[in-house]
């Protein structure tokens, strides 16, 4: 099958890091293309960046479902930005790695905390659990103060943060599950996994899965006839 990965955001070194991670996750035979807008922010910290990469993001999409050549679509940011209106309009499967993320937290823990990036981004991520009728699975969304764009060095300091955060997750929200709340944060799914011997989920490994295992159910294979052109 062929996988469209879009980053919402106009960071090209973001998408290239989010696509391999893709690549990483997908089985034998997956293709993935990973892709972003040339202009809008260049990265989604809050509602208002989510606002402003909306036309970038349908337009991309829209061009993308012309060429008729995906299976599935995933989008690659933790807001789930547009999803529910991309997923009205789309002829084949669209997953956002927030809702793949919950989605796989919920199938191994009774109770799952998010440690995402800024505070202004708690209450779109808090929105979306309580839209999805989840949240009452999550025990807290946490903040770790690390900016998005930060998360592309891996420096040290950066990745101690997030797993300074993630320990006080499991010292304070009795959670069975931690859920990191940002692509950028993909590489370090499986580090932290070990490091703290509990399901930490990267949500675009998630999404990705499940758009496979979709496909190989035949759910969402058929190319339903596109709604009308996105707004």
Request: glycine share 10%; proline share 6%.
């Given at each position: 099958m062929h996988i469209l990965v879009i980053n919402p955001n106009s960071t090209a070194s973001m998408t290239a890091a989010i696509g391999a991670a893709?690549?990483?996750?997908?089985a034998p035979g997956t293709t993935v293309t990973a892709v972003n807008p040339a202009g809008?922010?260049?990265?989604?910290?809050?509602?208002?960046d989510g606002?402003?990469?909306?036309?970038?993001?349908?337009?991309l999409f829209d061009a993308a479902m012309a060429q008729g050549n995906y299976d599935a679509v995933v989008i690659a940011c933790f807001d789930d930005t547009g999803l529910m209106t991309l997923k009205e309009h789309s002829p084949v499967p669209v997953l956002g790695?927030?809702?793949?993320?919950?989605t796989a937290a919920m199938l191994v823990a009774e109770r799952f905390s998010v440690v995402t990036t800024l505070a202004?981004?708690?209450p779109v991520?808090?929105?979306?659990?309580?839209a999805y009728g989840w949240t009452g699975r999550c025990a807290r969304v946490r903040a770790s103060g690390v900016p998005v764009l930060d998360l592309e060095a891996a420096a040290v300091s950066v990745v101690e943060t997030i797993a300074a955060e993630i320990a006080r997750a499991l010292d304070e929200d009795g959670c069975g599950a931690v859920v990191l709340?940002?692509?950028g944060m993909a590489e370090l799914a499986e580090q932290m996994?070990?490091?703290?011997?509990?399901?930490?989920?990267?949500?675009?490994?998630?999404?990705?899965?499940?758009?496979?295992?979709?496909?190989?159910?035949g759910i969402g294979n058929s190319r339903r006839a596109p709604a009308p052109a996105l707004p």
């Amino acid at each position: 099958m062929h996988i469209l990965v879009i980053n919402p955001n106009s960071t090209a070194s973001m998408t290239a890091a989010i696509g391999a991670a893709a690549r990483r996750a997908a089985a034998p035979g997956t293709t993935v293309t990973a892709v972003n807008p040339a202009g809008g922010p260049p990265a989604i910290q809050g509602p208002e960046d989510g606002a402003a990469a909306l036309p970038g993001l349908f337009a991309l999409f829209d061009a993308a479902m012309a060429q008729g050549n995906y299976d599935a679509v995933v989008i690659a940011c933790f807001d789930d930005t547009g999803l529910m209106t991309l997923k009205e309009h789309s002829p084949v499967p669209v997953l956002g790695i927030g809702e793949a993320a919950f989605t796989a937290a919920m199938l191994v823990a009774e109770r799952f905390s998010v440690v995402t990036t800024l505070a202004v981004s708690l209450p779109v991520i808090e929105n979306n659990l309580a839209a999805y009728g989840w949240t009452g699975r999550c025990a807290r969304v946490r903040a770790s103060g690390v900016p998005v764009l930060d998360l592309e060095a891996a420096a040290v300091s950066v990745v101690e943060t997030i797993a300074a955060e993630i320990a006080r997750a499991l010292d304070e929200d009795g959670c069975g599950a931690v859920v990191l709340g940002c692509a950028g944060m993909a590489e370090l799914a499986e580090q932290m996994t070990q490091r703290f011997g509990i399901p930490v989920i990267d949500g675009v490994a998630a999404a990705v899965t499940f758009c496979e295992a979709l496909h190989r159910a035949g759910i969402g294979n058929s190319r339903r006839a596109p709604a009308p052109a996105l707004p």
